[in-house]
């Protein structure tokens, strides 16, 4: 086995015990994840890809990072159940609005309960489709800009997805990218994976562009060994 070779299947993670206790620790003490979020969590199981929404923590701190950005327009890649929607449904505040974009039916329904549940359905679009084409349509439609992308869609289309991100935004915006580390696969140049192949194609995007400033971090956790890529815009 190559060193670089997931543990684990990439969507479960290997997350230690010391890990687990450490984010349930901050989780109770600092993050608040309320009864609706924990129905969003939770509802996981009813999509088709469970377990993959963020952390409690990391759901703050994305909602951190939107509120710092001061953004009141944001655009996700990947709703699932909606549970980072939720987070980035309260950082836009009552004036603001969500965009997420999700390949599944079934996944889009579950997030649309979570929404009402949690009381920010009327800040959140959610648009069914490949989200290439549902983003393409937004960029025709001449969408007015975005000041906050969350990319956590099929790791493949992550150049894609930054592409149509930069017709998207405005000077000054802030893009993020989940599940960047994959178990330390990242690294490896030759993985066969075309999820790896599909971070590793945005990162290198992301340091070629002249007007982007970029960098990642690893992450350790509930979700095992895993990453954020945060870029911005000049
Ligand atoms: C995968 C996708 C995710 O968004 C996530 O949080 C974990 C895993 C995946 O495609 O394997
Ligand atoms: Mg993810």
């Given at each position: 086995?190559?060193?670089?070779?997931?543990?684990?299947?990439?969507?479960?993670?290997e997350?230690?015990?010391?890990?687990?206790t450490?984010?349930?620790y901050?989780?109770?003490?600092?993050?608040?994840?309320?009864?609706?979020l924990v129905?969003?969590?939770?509802?996981?199981?009813?999509?088709?890809?469970?377990?993959?929404?963020?952390?409690?923590?990391?759901?703050a701190?994305?909602e951190?990072?939107?509120?710092i950005?001061?953004a009141?327009?944001?655009?996700?890649?990947g709703?699932?159940?909606?549970?980072?929607?939720?987070?980035?449904?309260?950082?836009?505040?009552?004036?603001g609005?969500?965009?997420?974009l999700?390949?599944?039916?079934?996944?889009?329904?579950?997030?649309?309960?979570?929404?009402?549940?949690?009381?920010?359905?009327?800040?959140?679009?959610?648009?069914?489709?490949?989200a290439?084409?549902s983003?393409?349509?937004?960029?025709h439609?001449?969408?007015?800009p975005?000041?906050?992308?969350f990319?956590?869609?099929?790791?493949p289309?992550?150049?894609?997805?930054?592409?149509?991100?930069?017709?998207?935004?405005?000077?000054?915006?802030?893009i993020?990218?989940?599940?960047?580390?994959?178990?330390?696969?990242?690294?490896?140049?030759?993985?066969?994976?075309?999820?790896v192949?599909?971070?590793?194609?945005?990162?290198?995007d992301?340091?070629?562009?002249?007007?982007l400033?970029?960098?990642?971090?690893?992450?350790?956790?509930?979700?095992?060994w895993?990453?954020?890529?945060?870029?911005?815009?000049?």
């Amino acid at each position: 086995m190559n060193e670089f070779e997931p543990s684990a299947p990439v969507n479960c993670y290997e997350a230690s015990d010391a890990w687990r206790t450490v984010d349930r620790y901050f989780t109770s003490t600092l993050v608040g994840e309320d009864s609706a979020l924990v129905v969003a969590r939770d509802s996981g199981d009813k999509t088709t890809m469970p377990n993959a929404e963020v952390a409690a923590n990391q759901g703050a701190f994305l909602e951190l990072l939107a509120q710092i950005a001061g953004a009141r327009r944001v655009l996700e890649f990947g709703t699932l159940a909606g549970y980072s929607t939720i987070w980035l449904a309260r950082a836009v505040g009552e004036q603001g609005h969500v965009i997420t974009l999700e390949l599944e039916p079934q996944n889009a329904a579950v997030a649309e309960a979570n929404f009402h549940v949690a009381g920010v359905s009327h800040r959140i679009e959610t648009i069914v489709g490949p989200a290439t084409e549902s983003a393409e349509r937004l960029i025709h439609d001449g969408a007015e800009p975005f000041d906050f992308v969350f990319i956590d869609a099929d790791k493949p289309n992550n150049p894609a997805y930054l592409a149509a991100a930069l017709k998207l935004t405005r000077s000054g915006a802030v893009i993020v990218i989940d599940n960047v580390v994959r178990n330390g696969a990242v690294a490896d140049a030759a993985s066969a994976d075309p999820r790896v192949q599909g971070v590793r194609a945005v990162a290198k995007d992301i340091a070629a562009h002249p007007d982007l400033d970029g960098t990642a971090i690893q992450t350790v956790g509930e979700k095992g060994w895993d990453g954020l890529i945060i870029a911005r815009r000049r």
